[in-house]
Antibody
């Protein structure tokens, strides 16, 4: 069955860095677009970043541009999010999500929690 | 940036009720609109894509309609598993971004 398992979250101080990972299984990873989407505690959903099937096309939300870097390793069925210069407002549950068609996300992982606090 | 506004923010309903949630876009998005259901503590689940296409495995009591700037999600007969928060999401093909509405919480009356 389809599985997306995020890891790498935790508590980090403002200005610090974290690298999130998303391990995919149960489907042909290289066929799917991938995105990171976050949800601050008690808040709604915010798209963070997108990467195409080959990794050649990448987009970021303005709120993270220049600080976050998305990447993927199709040989290892894995998605990554390098987060630098973290701020308190980056505190959220981070989900990885896939899409066969670019406009929507048909399966989401269970998320990894990132807390930015001194 | 395209903004998505859902109404109502909270909805109280009973099992068996017909429920309608509205999502409005700040500019026309064609039919690039999806709906998700999120149960507390769980990841969102896709219900509808391209405004009116039911995702495989989703019960037929869920339906979506609309185009341009106004969209609706309808649950024809509310079931106990349907008490959750629902989000709409648009895709802007011209300046690729994905934006969610603020959510509609469906509560037990």
């Amino acid at each position: 069955q389809v599985q997306l398992v995020e890891s790498g979250g935790g508590l980090v101080k403002p200005g610090g860095s974290l690298r999130l990972s998303c391990a995919a299984s149960g489907f042909t990873f290289s066929d799917f677009y991938m995105s990171w989407i976050r949800q601050a505690p008690g808040k709604g959903l915010e798209w963070v970043s997108y990467i195409s099937t080959t990794g050649q096309t990448i987009y970021y939300a303005d709120s993270v541009k220049g600080r976050f870097t998305i990447s993927r390793d199709n040989a290892k069925d894995s998605l990554f999010l390098q987060m630098n210069s973290l701020r308190a407002e980056d505190t959220a549950m981070y989900y990885c999500a896939r899409g066969l068609i670019r406009d929507h996300f048909d399966y989401w992982g269970q998320g990894t929690l990132v807390t930015v606090s001194s | 940036d395209i903004q998505m506004t859902q109404s109502p923010s909270t909805l109280s309903a009973s099992v068996g009720d017909r429920v309608t949630i509205t999502c409005r876009a700040s500019q026309s998005i064609g039919t690039w609109l999806a709906w998700y259901q999120q149960i507390p503590g769980k990841a969102p689940k896709l219900l509808i894509y391209k405004a009116s296409n039911l995702e495989s495995g989703v019960p037929s009591r869920f339906s979506g309609s609309g185009s341009g700037t106004e969209f609706t999600l309808t649950i024809s007969s509310l079931q106990p598993d349907d008490f959750a928060t629902y989000y709409c999401q648009q895709y802007n093909n011209y300046s690729p971004t994905w934006t969610f509405g603020q959510g509609t919480k469906v509560e037990i009356k």
